[in-house]
């Protein structure tokens, strides 16, 4: 080649040496980004999958799932609560226990601390718990349960013990004859745990329950004890009130409640004014249609609440006799504090029910700031106050009984501000047409919740802890039964035909690739 002559191309193997190092380096490059993309998009995911946690419940009993109103009480509570869990590890106390806490850690964002303990594995961290609990005087004995404590000194303002201890047992419902556990009540017994370390007052309201005669007459004593459990589950006292022997209410009672209330003497009607119309004190009656009270209707409706001298019901002529039903197909009235969160609810009242005239605009109302609100009503517009209700089968008149809508549960306030931001304790009363609806042989999840609610509105409470049964969860136990020739199908099924089904798939494959 001389010095003139054109460069000789270059070899065609370098050319193609060439190209595929530039095609190896185009696939690393994508390679590489295609990982740092993936490695983004999994970071991301989790981020996104901590920040925004959702699950879906689908167990037949609910059992990821807390109450709406738990979640509603959860949101209202600021303090910050540890929750210690001493159980031992694969009982069925703690898979109970564990998905509850984590529920409650879940809806609180943080809020509540869980620990769970093993009381037979962890020994060192079981005992030193315990030396520390104990150092702080913790007064009682500790077994296998819950441990609930307001962090810091919340749960002492008032005197009152910091902790709270729920035991393993009384978590369940156990039916008596088998001996086995129908129910978990943990939540519920949390939410009360919880208002009991957070609350900084332990108020006591004095139970009337009649005139002396309440424990003859039908359900009231049940009615009793479970206002009592109902009451001790919000850290509230219930105290007897003998009002026959008192010239005056006690000064350290908060309200006053009345089943089955009977008729009053004038100088009881007094009591109750007095007490009534001093600032910060409430009444709840839960009136007997079978008692006449003239003196205490009078009392009542001086407020704005007459109790009429009716039943509501509901009748109709069929083919097979006349119908006539007492029961009371009831929902619940917006409007009110008390009932928010549960208009779309319905009850019942069983058994008989008087209706409640409501009134407003009277003078005493202006001149006293009394302002009064129906809270529940018939589902339905076929029910009236009847005054004639020994009938067989009662038809509504006008201008004698009551006509639709009727109210047979309603609130009055007395002195309440009208600025919601100036805080002031008023005089507050309840009037239930009927004394059977806390009744526990057939109380509703509604009338728990509405009797919790009514008795923290009592008492000026605006953070109520849920407890009513729709928070227990039921422990369902499934079984199939099995017939002798239904497992020797199964095992044939399971054990010989489909591992050799399989196995014949298999030569089958590899004899077609060989050949």
Do not use: C
């Not at 509570?77 to 031992?88: G, R, W």
């Not at 809806?107 to 030396?131: H, L, N, P, S």
């Not at 969160?341 to 009850?347: A, D, E, F, K, M």
């Amino acid at each position: 080649m001389t010095p003139d002559s054109p460069p000789e191309p270059p070899a065609a193997s370098v050319v193609e040496a060439a190209v595929p190092r530039i095609q190896r380096l185009r696939i690393g490059v994508n390679v590489f980004v295609q990982l740092l993309l993936l490695l983004v998009l999994f970071g991301l995911a989790n981020y996104l999958a901590a920040r925004h946690f959702k699950q879906w419940d689908y167990t037949f009993d609910r059992k990821f799932t807390l109450a709406p109103s738990t979640v509603d009480y959860l949101k209202k509570v600021t303090v910050p609560i540890k929750i210690t869990a001493l159980t031992v590890r694969g009982s069925e106390p703690e898979k109970d226990l564990s998905a509850l806490l984590q529920q409650y850690k879940e809806a609180t964002k943080g809020r509540v601390e869980v620990k769970v303990i093993d009381t037979r594995r962890d020994v060192q961290a079981y005992e030193a718990f315990k030396a520390q609990l104990f150092k702080s005087r913790f007064p009682t004995e500790l077994s296998n349960g819950i441990l609930v404590q307001a962090d810091g000194p919340a749960g002492s303002k008032s005197g009152q013990n910091p902790y709270k201890f729920i035991t393993e047992d009384s978590m369940y419902e156990v039916d008596p004859v088998k001996k086995t556990a129908t129910a978990f009540k943990g939540e519920s017994l949390l939410n009360s745990a919880i208002r009991g370390v957070t609350s900084v007052d332990r108020p006591t309201i004095g139970i009337v329950a009649g005139l002396g005669t309440w424990r003859q007459l039908p359900n009231m004593t049940s009615v009793y004890d479970e206002l009592k459990r109902i009451s001790g589950l919000q850290n509230i006292d219930l105290e007897p009130f003998p009002i026959l022997a008192e010239t005056e209410v006690p000064a350290h009672l908060n309200g006053l409640l009345w089943i089955a209330a009977e008729d009053i003497s004038d100088r009881e009607q007094e009591i109750l004014t007095r007490f009534f119309e001093t600032p910060g004190h409430s009444l709840m009656l839960m009136l007997n249609p079978a008692n006449r009270t003239p003196t205490l209707d009078k009392f009542l409706a001086t407020y704005g609440i007459s109790p009429q001298e009716d039943r509501v019901l509901t009748a109709k002529s069929t083919a097979s006799g006349p119908v006539k039903r007492f029961d009371v197909d009831a929902r619940f009235l917006d409007g009110t504090p008390l009932t928010q969160g549960i208009v779309s609810q319905n009850t019942i009242f069983l058994d008989q029910t008087r209706s409640l005239k409501i009134e407003t605009g009277t003078e005493k109302q202006r001149a006293e700031n009394i302002e009064v609100k129906p809270l529940l009503s018939p589902n339905a517009g076929d029910y009236w106050g009847e005054k004639n209700f020994d009938e067989a089968l009662p038809v509504y008149n006008a201008g004698v009984d009551n006509a639709a809508p009727v109210y047979i549960a309603a609130a009055a306030e007395r002195g309440a501000a009208k600025d919601p931001r100036v805080q002031v304790k008023s005089s507050r009363l309840l009037v239930f047409g009927n004394s059977a609806f806390a009744d526990p042989d057939s109380i509703t999840p509604q009338n728990y919740d509405f009797m919790t609610r009514s008795l923290n509105w009592m008492l000026h409470r605006d953070v109520v802890a849920p407890n009513d049964s729709s928070t227990d969860k039921s422990k369902h136990r499934f079984r199939i039964m099995i017939k002798p020739e239904q497992w020797q199908r199964i095992f044939w099924t399971t054990t010989i035909i489909l591992p050799l089904a399989a196995l014949m798939t298999g030569l089958m494959v590899w004899s077609s690739r060989r050949n």
